[in-house]
């Protein structure tokens, strides 16, 4: 019996170090919970709240909630909301996935040692290629936007509009997208064409 201990120790001991293993954990939960025990959102540009608090894991030497954290909270709360309005369902459906492109983030005020706070996702449109969706930390001790966090999926496989009439059996319009978004958009496309002009891949594109 102790030798069993022994090994389950380890075990998990091995788990926790070698692999991220709380958020291994907490991912599929939030999946399994959205579609099992909450009810399911029609409306995909519907806004969506994912409950959390400040351990002490989330701290850093300032004593406040680390800046990679926001991002992990807000990728946990965006696949719950994605699974909830049946995003995920359809790109299954389609073959298809959606992986994370790109994200920036404003932190307005920290976040302290156990305050409670939402995390509240909306998805703001789509174009050709990606998803785009904002998540609020919204602090539950006065209603404060902490944090601002914006992201960009980009579906592989299929399109997003594609993904749309699947779920709504018709084609949808995307909504106009948010000024200060179309700019954010407009940067990474900079962005990416600099990437291939330095590495000589816009030269290799254009011969082809």
């Known amino acids: 019996m102790l030798e069993l201990l022994v090994a389950l120790l380890a075990l998990a001991l091995a788990y926790f170090a070698l692999l991220d293993g709380w958020y291994l954990v907490r991912v599929p939960c939030a999946v399994l919970r959205a579609r099992l025990l909450q009810p399911r959102v029609r409306d995909l540009l519907a806004e969506q709240s994912y409950a959390g608090r400040v351990l002490p894991s989330d701290l850093d030497l300032l004593l406040h ?11 946990v709360a965006r696949i719950a909301h994605l699974a909830r309005c049946g995003v995920l369902e359809g790109l299954r459906a389609l073959g298809a996935r959606a992986v994370l492109a790109a994200s920036c983030a404003r932190y307005r005020r920290s976040l302290r040692l156990f305050e409670p706070f939402e995390v509240r996702t909306r998805l703001l449109g ?13 602090s539950l001790r006065d209603g404060f936007v902490c944090a601002l966090l914006r992201s960009r999926q980009h579906v592989l496989g299929t399109s997003p509009e594609r993904v749309v009439q699947h779920l709504c059996k018709r084609r949808v319009e995307p909504p106009e997208l948010p000024a200060d978004l179309q700019h954010w958009i407009a940067y990474n496309e900079a962005s990416s064409q600099l990437i291939r002009a330095e590495s000589g891949l816009h030269d290799v594109l254009k011969e082809q």
């Open 65 to 75: 909630m680390n800046n990679a954290r926001y991002l992990r909270e807000a990728d």
């Open 126 to 138: 789509w174009d050709d290629r990606a998803f785009y969706m904002e998540a609020r930390f919204i």
